[in-house]
């Protein structure tokens, strides 16, 4: 088999990704869905890529191919490009659910801002990166929080870069787990420790949630914190339903709910689509942490 250049894209992306779905691969490298599914069975018979079943249940469809690289992909992964390496070891990469629906996310990102002129995903991390434990107030005593979203990432326009933590709730955490972990975020903007740690001035709270009724809830529960001069519309949530890979970019339309500081219910667009963008950049006065029991 005698690779082509959108051969070696295509393995160069799924190497990036760790793992993407004959859809993800249909959207990023080709123009027709019927090509997509010819190549990529044509390198996985090579074992250029290796493939996996995604189970669905019964009733929601078939099930979706996905790709990871192969061993003859791996090694033809050097020496393809400037600047590339060729990996000593096999990548593990996760095929959970949870692991997915962050990809889905990030592919979407990614296709849809090949429509925005002068916006670039300059960085994406795992969320490991941004690790940190900020202290927060549950039930009157100081508790730890560890804080590690499922990916961090940067987007830069007009060289300012606008950071961001993505969470992806699949609606297994009780809403008072999730009410602590809004405080832990926002306790953790206002401390500038992440300044102080990584560099950035500021950062955005990006939640992705199951349906409609989830993310009320969560919009609620962020209205129920009560500090003075909140800057709660750091935190931003939407669900599955309200972007997809063939409307990616329904990303920047504001599908995003969160609450603004006159109390508000503000549907948002957490980035930026203007030059100079109005998003935060530095935090503000005074902490962003709730009165204690009995205070006026």
């Known amino acids: 088999m ?10 160069r992306t799924v190497a990036e990704y760790g793992v993407l779905s004959t859809e993800h691969l249909h959207g990023m490298c080709f123009p027709s869905a019927s090509r997509t599914r010819k190549r990529l069975r044509r390198l996985w018979q090579h074992k250029l890529l290796t493939r996996h079943v995604r189970r669905v249940r019964m009733g929601d469809g078939s099930a979706a191919l996905l790709y990871t690289v192969g061993r003859s992909g791996r090694a033809h992964l050097g020496g393809n490009g400037p600047g590339e390496e060729k990996p000593s070891a096999k990548r593990r990469v996760s095929l959970s659910e949870h692991a997915l629906a962050v990809t889905d996310f990030r592919v979407a990102l990614s296709l849809a801002l090949r429509r925005r002129d002068g916006l670039r995903l300059t960085a994406w991390r795992h969320g490991s990166a941004f690790r940190f434990q900020p202290s927060v107030q549950v039930d009157g005593r100081d508790t730890i929080v560890p804080i590690v979203p499922d990916a961090y990432f940067t987007l830069t326009a007009d060289g300012r870069d606008f950071n961001y933590c993505l969470e992806i709730d699949r609606g ?21 420790a992440a300044s102080a740690k990584l560099g950035i001035l500021s950062f955005r709270i990006l939640y992705v949630t199951t349906t409609e009724k989830r993310l009320a809830h969560m919009v609620e529960v962020l209205r129920s914190i009560q500090a003075p001069r909140r800057r709660l519309d750091l935190i931003n949530v939407t669900c599955f339903s309200r972007y997809s890979l063939n409307h990616p970019a329904r990303l920047y339309e504001p599908i995003w709910e969160t609450i603004a500081m006159d109390d508000a219910l503000q549907h948002a667009r957490p980035f930026p689509v203007a030059t100079p963008s109005k998003l935060p950049i530095v935090p503000g006065n005074p902490p962003v942490s709730e009165p204690e029991v009995g205070a006026r």
């Open 172 to 192: 297994t955490t009780d809403l008072k787990r999730i009410r602590t972990k809004f405080l832990a975020y926002l306790n953790l903007w206002q401390s500038r």
């Open 2 to 11: 005698v690779l082509t250049e959108r051969d070696r894209v295509i393995l």
